[in-house]
């Protein structure tokens, strides 16, 4: 007997097809009431959340040499971290430490993932605090939910105000210790409290204020997933030994409810008891059983809600939890391979850099000097027949303390004297002076139209810091 494939016409119908068909593209946020859990992977970011806030809260209150021990000084042009000074010009340093930084996150992201995302991130710690705040006012995760039901009540307004104030509190505290970077925090706060504040600080200060206030308040998971570029970018960079926070579908599937007691192989599942446990506690609103997703940011809350899940059953931990795409899918040699030719490049980059750059500031002099010849007249030629060469100095001490400075100059192969010498200029610490300098020499001992000249500039008392310049000594042919 014959079999005939049963078959179906799927060619669009001619009638539907030519009229407009209605298409939302515009998806409403679906508002996630996350549940609090605590655990191992939780006390850890407890403990960086800490860190993190205490040392951006305190760092500016900091003193060193008698000023702030950090500050961007942005209208006096003087960057302070600890016993350096940044002036711009150097500000080649900065950008390679900022440089530092980035390699040192790829690094980071190479071995163990979203680390940076999950316990330090600024987004990740304000987020944590606000959503604790919200906790206190507004309750557990049902509270909430059943809060956000309800209509508008005394009760559900006093909380909701509890919950606000707590917010501003700490976003306008943030915006504070933020513009205490740029501005010495001490004056800051005495013109905050005395109600005298610049206009300008002030409206930074309540522009971050602002912006703390959404982004951890209100935004949270969407700053993650819709405005970070590194969360977008990260991805390239890992590999298959790369530290991810995933769920064993091995050993969790087939997923179901069970009675507590029971093994899996008792009701012929997998140690997955589909409780959502995972999902709840998630910041982002994902189900890690689907598989590794951009949205996670590896807090490793759903680690710690399952591996707590577990042990109420009685199960092994570690049905979520740290691997690797080697390790899960058991492919390689199942061996986890912390050394990596990627995670080599990047330590090996990293260390190179350090190196220069604290090379660099190490044998930094601090002090610079720059000639610029007086383009009006190239040269003059004096009453008792000398020729005299002018310039503008641009000479500037960049230690942290005032000190004289000796002005010498030489010339190649001929002797060139300074009127009035020996010449000292005194400057304080960061202090750009200008000061123009006369070099006189005798036309019979000038074999040149055009001779080099060394201009040499020594702090008193330290021969060490020094600075050097160099032009030409200019007079008629001879
Ligand atoms: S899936 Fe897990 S680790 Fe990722 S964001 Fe959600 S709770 Fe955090
Ligand atoms: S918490 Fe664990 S047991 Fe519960 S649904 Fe998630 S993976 Fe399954």
Redesign the pocket.
Known sequence: MSQQIPTRDLSPDPVKVHQPQMVDLYAKREKIHARAISGFFQNIRNASVTVVMALFFLLPWINWDGRQAVLFNLPERHFYIFWWTFLPQDFFFLSWLFIIAAFTLFAVTVFAGRVWCGYTCPQTVWTKVFMWIEEKAEGNRNARMRLDKAPMTVGKFTRRSIKHAGWITVALATGLAFIGYFTPVRDLWHQTSTGTLDFWMGFWMLFFTGATYLNAGWMREQVCLHMCPYGRFQSVMFDRDTLIIS?DNHR?DP?GSRKRGTTSADNGLG?????????Q?CPTGI???DGLQFECIQCAA?ID??D???DQ?GYARG??KYTTENLLEQTGDGKYHFLRPRLIGYCTALVIMISALLFALITRVPLSVEALRDRGQLYRETVDGMIENSYTLKIQNKAQTAGDYLIEASADGMPVTIPGAPIHIRMDAGELATRSLTLIANPDDIKSTSVPVHIVITRDGDSSVHAETKNTFLSPRQ
């Not at 140690?271 to 999902?279: L, R, S």
């Open positions: 769920y969790g997923r140690d997955c008891i589909d409780c959502g446990m995972c999902v506690v189900d890690i059983r759903c809600a399952c707590s899940v577990m059953m049905l979520v």
